[in-house]
């Protein structure tokens, strides 16, 4: 794999965008076939269970997964951009340029786009990857690596850029040692995976967090805004880790909850409110969909149809809550309040902080960055949806004319 890793430093920047365009164009001429390994996939898990809409492929998802393909080949390449250059009073010209990470292990669960996405991210910001997918989308993950190897031999491209590993846990504890052959990993799945990967890995990870997300409706919030955001929110997809899981309310603006819940019945959302949240709800959301919250539904990232309501009486409960409860995922503020919404943007530490607007578009598509590989809830290196500069270090160039350090 590193030797494999070496050829894609030569590989001309146009093969590399002809290539995803091709595998674009493969991903939708193949879809009978990927539909076919994806039911298989899915015949083995309950539709009731929270990842089955994450395993599942249709038409319409493979179509935007081929638009997202294009859309990282129409980017410009991440690689050779000078960050700084200065000449410096020594003599030495010098210059930092982005490069590739090298060698990526991804470690992922039911989840097959991730596979497209991930190959796409690294073919065009120049790193090898190596895909080690679950065994709940296995069927699914070596139709779409076919589909890969395919491509690449077609181009006359290294196919060893990119490997599959069994879906097994000792290919995983392989992969979390191979220090001498990978150079960074990055989990994508739940808290459990994340927690796994980062205690166990000897080779440097990312961390792509769990989302435990709230919002927090404002004494000054609007009544609408609030409806639409919490409901698009937490339904668009309840299995992604953008969705809402907790609604927080001002206690002065009780009375308007039943009107910011009201849409979440139509799509059976469960509701655990704290008492005053409860008493608001009682009678005014359908009764088999209302349950008092017990402590552990806050901190919860449900991926389900499912949400708790806790009450605060100032922003600086709201925002003791989201430090307590939050995963540093993505948090939103619901105000007209100029003011108070800064504040809340400047004080809450997330990868991405909201003001009236739906936590669902904490993607990397949707900030116009090609396909994502994931989103970085930590600090170090990349925060929030990572794509191709993401995806990329830096290195120092230093030239000289025969230049010597003076004693």
């Known amino acids: 794999m590193r030797h494999a890793s070496r050829s894609l430093a030569i590989l001309n920047d146009g093969t590399i965008v002809k290539v995803l365009l091709a595998l674009a164009d493969r991903a939708e001429y ?22 089955y809409d994450r395993l599942k492929l249709t038409e319409h998802r493979l ?12 980017l410009p390449s991440p690689l050779n951009i000078t960050l700084e250059k200065r000449d410096l009073d020594s003599g030495l010209n010098i210059e930092k340029i982005t490069v590739p ?13 991730v596979t497209f996405d991930v190959f796409s991210l690294c073919l065009r ?60 990993i990055i989990p994508r799945g739940s808290q459990q995976l994340i927690d796994y990967v980062r205690d166990n890995a000897k080779v440097p990870v990312i ?21 639409d955001i919490v409901y698009n929110s937490k339904t668009r997809r309840v299995s992604v880790c953008n969705a809402l899981d907790c609604l927080i309310i001002h206690s002065s ?45 806050f901190g919860t990232e449900f991926l389900d149809y499912k949400m708790s309501v806790r009450t605060v009486s100032d922003m600086d409960e709201a925002l003791e809550h989201i430090y307590n ?47 994502e590989i994931g989103i970085s809830t930590q600090k170090l290196h990349a925060r929030g ?5 993401e995806m990329t270090s830096y290195k120092w160039i230093i030239k000289g004319q025969g230049t010597v350090r003076i004693p």
């Open 325 to 371: 409860h939050g995963s540093k995922h993505s948090e939103v503020i619901i105000a007209e309040n100029e003011v108070t919404a800064n504040r809340f943007l400047s004080s809450v530490d997330a990868a991405a902080v909201y003001a009236n607007a739906s936590t669902a578009f904490t993607d990397g598509a949707q900030f116009g960055m090609g396909a």
């Open 30 to 51: 193949e879809t009978a076939a990927i539909l076919a390994a994806n039911q298989q996939d899915l015949s083995r898990m309950p539709a009731t269970d929270p990842k």
């Open 207 to 227: 961390e792509t967090g769990a989302g435990i997300v709230h919002a927090y409706f404002d004494e000054s919030g609007d009544v609408k805004k609030g409806a």
């Open 385 to 389: 949806p990572m794509a191709l500069r």
């Open 125 to 184: 910001s120049g790193n090898a990857c190596i895909l080690k997918g679950g065994s709940d989308a296995e069927n699914s993950n070596r139709e779409i690596f076919r589909i890969i190897q395919d491509v690449l031999k077609e181009f006359g491209v290294n196919e060893h850029i990119v490997a599959l590993l069994p879906s097994d846990r000792a290919a995983t504890q392989a992969l979390l040692e191979a220090v001498e052959y990978v150079d960074v």
């Open 253 to 297: 603006r009780l009375h308007d909850l039943p009107t910011l819940t009201s849409q979440l019945s139509s799509k059976n959302v469960k509701i655990y409110a704290d008492k005053s949240a409860f008493n608001a709800l009682e009678n005014q959301y359908p009764k088999a969909l209302l349950e008092p919250a017990l402590p552990e539904h």
């Open 63 to 74: 179509r935007d997964i081929a638009k997202e393909i294009r859309q990282v080949a129409s």
């Open 101 to 113: 990470l090298g060698v990526i292990g991804i470690i992922y669960e039911a989840r097959p786009n």
